[in-house]
């Protein structure tokens, strides 16, 4: 397949270059702002440098002679957001440019447009037990869960009226190998043996997805004829409560970890006096997704486990 990739130089993007272009009969195309912002090198991969994700870009170089596009790029989750109106931004980039793109992807004859979107269309929190589906009825509360919905559902009306067919991914949080924010944080503590105050967090549960397993799912998804429009969730399969989750990446460390076993409220309490409830609803909440729908239709589980997921992210934290 002749296959174009927007947001070629992030996280995702760049594992999935990786992965496609090793697997060989692809062409790839990586879209751009600076062809240089892309360290990768394959005979089969092309670079475009392409201004931005706007409703005014010009696509039409990038979408020359393409089968697929798989659209990474997007407006993400700003954790200190300084723009005054936030939802508007999301919405000029991860609406209003992903249906420029779209349109202009539909015209050039492609064939399959698949979008990265988000775990937070579906909502922030599950209750024990009760994992969200791909075919719950969305609730997304924040200005970027909201967006990826409206691009969604945008992206579905526009594909409605012609034969380019569409397939949404929504990923949990993911990790894996030059994985930043929060999650290097949580290994630099653990590493360096700083008590963590979260050893009581038992009950809860939360899915993550392997950087390996989501963009195996996304190969998948590039040929398969039954994820036609279709919407999956992405996850490791095996859930974990937040100790769980800590002691299990100290171990891939060589690491004891101090977790001293703080009561979950007071975590939640703590948090809200210092204005920062939704750090408590991360550390105590649930937020759990069923993939049965995956194996049903695409015949696909997860390749890695979420111990050796670990290792290698742990394993590339140290050569770094």
């Known amino acids: 397949m002749r296959i174009l990739i927007t947001g070629a130089s992030g996280f995702v ?111 922030e929190e599950t209750q024990s037990g009760h994992p969200f589906t791909a075919d719950d009825i969305p609730a997304p509360a924040d200005p970027y869960g909201i967006s990826k919905l409206e691009a969604e559902q945008a992206l579905g009306e526009l594909l409605r009226h012609g034969t380019m067919e569409l397939v949404v991914i929504r990923p949990v949080l993911i990790y894996g190998p030059g994985v930043k924010a929060n999650f290097l944080s949580m290994i630099r503590w653990l590493d360096k043996g700083v008590p963590l105050p979260l050893g009581g967090i038992t009950n809860n549960r939360r899915s993550l997805v392997a950087l390996d397993n989501l963009v195996d799912l996304i190969s998948v998804c590039l040929a398969h004829p039954n994820a036609a429009n279709q919407v999956f969730l992405a996850s490791d399969g095996e859930d974990l409560s937040t100790t769980a989750m800590l002691r299990r990446i100290a171990h891939a460390l060589g690491r004891s970890p101090l977790l001293p076993p703080l009561p979950a409220s007071w975590l939640t309490l703590a948090a809200r006096l210092v204005g920062k409830p939704g750090i408590a609803q991360r550390l105590c909440g649930s937020l759990q997704v069923d993939i049965s729908k995956n194996r049903d239709l695409l015949g696909w589980t997860p390749r890695v486990t979420v111990d050796d997921a670990f290792q290698k992210t742990v394993d590339a934290y140290r050569r770094a």
């Open 13 to 123: 993007g760049q594992a999935l270059i990786r992965k496609l272009a090793c697997e060989g009969g692809h062409h790839l195309r990586a879209a751009l702002r600076r062809a240089a912002n892309l360290a990768l090198n394959y005979d089969n991969l092309e670079k475009l440098a392409v201004e931005g994700l706007t409703p005014e870009t010009d696509w039409s170089a990038a979408l020359d002679d393409m089968d697929a596009v798989i659209h990474c790029a997007a407006r993400v989750h700003v954790m200190n957001e300084t723009a005054g109106d936030p939802l508007s931004e999301f919405r000029r980039t991860n609406v209003e440019g992903t249906l420029a793109l779209a349109r202009q992807a539909q015209q050039a004859g492609v064939r399959r447009f698949i979008f990265i979107s988000s775990i937070k269309v579906n909502g």
